[in-house]
């Protein structure tokens, strides 16, 4: 059983960066490949980025391309995803998720636990 936190989200202007964290409960966070996914009001919850369970693998959306940073630390059991040029469309709720198996990375099916979320808003 892995329980996530995140942590990180909140209120930013279009162009500002924010940095968010989810900390894992547990011993084997470093079993667990990791991903972060979003959610906008009204819309489906969509694939941002996914890293491996070493941290030298990672996978990225499009829209997140250039922008974001995922990284993972496996000795504090956490990941974060670093987000830089935020536009007003990145506003969504950020969740984290892992996943023990290895698989596409893009697929929510794939993923075990996922974290509550945390709100990020981005205003023009």
């Known amino acids: 059983q892995v329980q996530l936190v995140e942590s990180g989200g909140g209120l930013v202007q279009a162009g500002g960066s924010l940095r968010l964290s989810c900390a894992a409960s547990?011993?084997?966070?470093?079993?667990?490949?990791m991903g972060w996914f979003r959610q906008a009001p009204g819309k489906e919850r969509e694939f941002v980025v996914a890293?491996?369970?070493?941290?030298?693998?990672?996978y990225y959306a499009d829209s997140a391309k250039g922008r974001f940073t995922i990284s993972r630390d496996n000795a504090k059991n956490t990941v974060y995803l670093q987000m830089n040029s935020l536009k007003p469309e990145d506003t969504a709720v950020y969740y984290c998720?892992?996943?023990?198996?290895?698989?596409?990375?893009?697929?929510?099916?794939?993923?075990?636990?996922w974290g509550q979320g945390t709100q990020v808003t981005v205003s023009s």
């Open positions: 998720a892992a996943r023990f198996r290895p698989g596409s990375g893009w697929n929510l099916g794939e993923y075990d636990y």
């Open positions: 547990g011993r084997t966070f470093s079993r667990y490949y």
């Open positions: 890293i491996s369970r070493s941290g030298g693998s990672t």
